[in-house]
């Protein structure tokens, strides 16, 4: 994992394991992302991945063996809630949201740690974790942008954008909890798609929280499948 320290992937067919080091379950763990993602594949990265001594994951989508929910169990892990992978596949879906209040701004690489603090204000979560995902050399990646919004010079919310190929993945998507409900975070998402989508990806594409579905949905996404999700004990 170029830019994250001491992290790494380990591709397999049908499978992608990988660690962040950030403790944060979602953040290291096993994706399985095809049909034929093998058992035995997927358990010796798991194996991998829970000898690091992190909180990790197990997600995998629709039509993988069942067998990898067993795995999960035998493993101790508990199941959590389906996590919706979400996409927009045409740039005429993208409405263009009127917030005149809200200044939008691309960070720089060596402003990582204001993207790193405001998503971790807005997911209630240790500055530690973002600190540790989306350092300089990160966001000095080809493709990688931080975002962040403004009212009245005052940072209140943030996001963050990779673009790989054709597609455009949507990440940390986070408003301050005073702000909340005025549209920012939206706004946030739809910058960073649209810039994506203006540098030749064809589509985007997000994995969403409850909180944000209906968000996500008013912006022209929608559901392609629901993936299963266990976390380590």
Same mark, same amino acid.
Do not use: Y
């Given at each position: 994992?170029?830019?994250?320290? /001491?992290?790494?992937?380990?591709?397999?067919?049908?499978?992608?394991?990988?660690?962040?080091?950030?403790?944060?379950?979602?953040?290291?763990?096993v994706w399985a992302y095809r049909e034929d993602a093998g058992r035995d594949?997927? $358990?010796?990265?798991?194996?991998?991945?829970?000898?690091?001594?992190?909180? =990790?994951?197990?997600? $995998?989508?629709?039509?993988?063996?069942?067998?990898?929910? /067993?795995?999960a169990e035998e493993r101790g892990m508990r199941r959590e809630a389906d996590?919706?992978?979400?996409?927009?596949?045409?740039? /005429?879906?993208?409405?263009?949201?009127?917030?005149?209040?809200?200044?939008?701004?691309?960070?720089?690489?060596?402003?990582?740690?204001? =993207?790193?603090?405001?998503?971790?204000?807005?997911?209630?979560?240790?500055?530690?974790? $973002?600190?540790?995902l989306m350092t300089p050399a990160v966001m000095e990646r080809p493709g990688v942008h931080a975002y962040i919004g403004k009212i009245d010079g005052e940072a209140v919310a943030t996001g963050a954008a990779v673009?790989?190929?054709? =597609?455009? #993945?949507l990440f940390n998507v986070a408003t301050l909890p005073a702000h909340r409900r005025r549209g920012y #975070?939206?706004?946030?998402?739809?910058?960073?798609?649209?810039? #994506?989508l203006d540098r030749g990806a064809r589509w985007a594409w997000l994995q969403s929280s409850t909180a944000g579905y209906g968000v996500y949905e008013k912006l022209g996404f929608r559901t392609q499948q629901s993936w299963e999700c266990w976390i380590s004990a």
């Open positions: 994992m170029v830019g994250v320290p /001491a992290g790494w992937t380990q591709r397999v067919p049908g499978a992608v394991g990988g660690v962040t080091r950030v403790p944060v379950p979602t953040l290291n763990g594949a997927v $358990f010796d990265l798991l194996e991998r991945v829970a000898g690091t001594g992190m909180p =990790h994951c197990l997600q $995998f989508a629709p039509g993988c063996t069942g067998e990898l929910g /067993a795995l996590i919706p992978l979400m996409a927009l596949t045409r740039k /005429a879906e993208l409405p263009r949201l009127d917030q005149e209040d809200l200044v939008i701004e691309v960070l720089e690489p060596r402003q990582s740690l204001v =993207h790193a603090e405001l998503a971790a204000a807005g997911f209630n979560a240790p500055v530690d974790a $973002f600190v540790g673009c790989l190929e054709n =597609h455009v #993945g #975070g939206a706004a946030i998402t739809e910058r960073a798609v649209r810039d #994506g």
